[in-house]
């Protein structure tokens, strides 16, 4: 019997997803807004040596990729996207400046406050009956990036704001399986 005509046999499927920003210092982003997500990715870096006529390449750091997600925005002020994420801007450290010699004080965007204002960022696949099969964590997440859409006569389309996040590490958990990678200490 061919494994896809095993009934229970289901694959993931890219449309069942939740992604869950509560927001730490703030209200967060609605899930029922987030049209779009990509997964957690990671780069190891590698080194060569050559040798004679042979080149042996080494394993390096490993580096996790920006994630980004697009959300749609809405007029409704308790869904709008915009005010959202100017709320987790602010309640990361930035200031407009209100007087020519500059904001009212000296504090800037940090880390912690910008970890803060996110909250626990977390991706969640679904299965046909809506519960979550895997759920990716990542660690001090950040936005470095938001755009908020383009304007045009032409475009009857939905408004969207698209966000870059970066984030320290990431780790994958496989309902009724386990946590990846293995935080336990074994080798």
């Known amino acids: 019997m061919s494994f896809w005509q095993d009934p229970n046999l289901e694959p993931k499927r890219g449309y069942r997803f939740v992604l869950s920003i509560p927001g730490g210092a703030s209200l967060g982003i609605k899930q029922y807004l987030v049209k779009s997500v990509t997964k957690p990715a990671f780069t190891i870096n590698t080194d060569s040596h050559k040798y004679l006529n042979h080149t042996f390449h080494y394993p390096g750091s490993l580096e996790w990729n920006e994630v980004s997600f697009t959300i749609v925005d809405t007029i409704d002020p308790d869904s ?84 870059t996040v970066r984030y320290d590490n990431a780790y994958l958990n496989v309902i009724g399986v386990g946590k990846f990678p293995n935080t336990s200490g074994a080798n």
């Open 80 to 163: 709008n996207g915009s005010k959202d994420l100017m709320t987790i801007l602010e309640n990361s450290g930035y200031e407009l400046p209100t007087t020519p010699q500059g904001p009212d004080t000296l504090a800037t965007v940090s880390k912690r406050k910008s970890v803060q204002a996110l909250g626990q960022m977390r991706i969640k696949t679904l299965d046909s009956d809506g519960n979550t099969v895997e759920e990716w964590v990542l660690n001090n997440p950040f936005v470095t990036n938001a755009t908020f859409g383009d304007l045009s006569y032409e475009d009857e389309g939905l408004l969207n704001v698209d966000v």
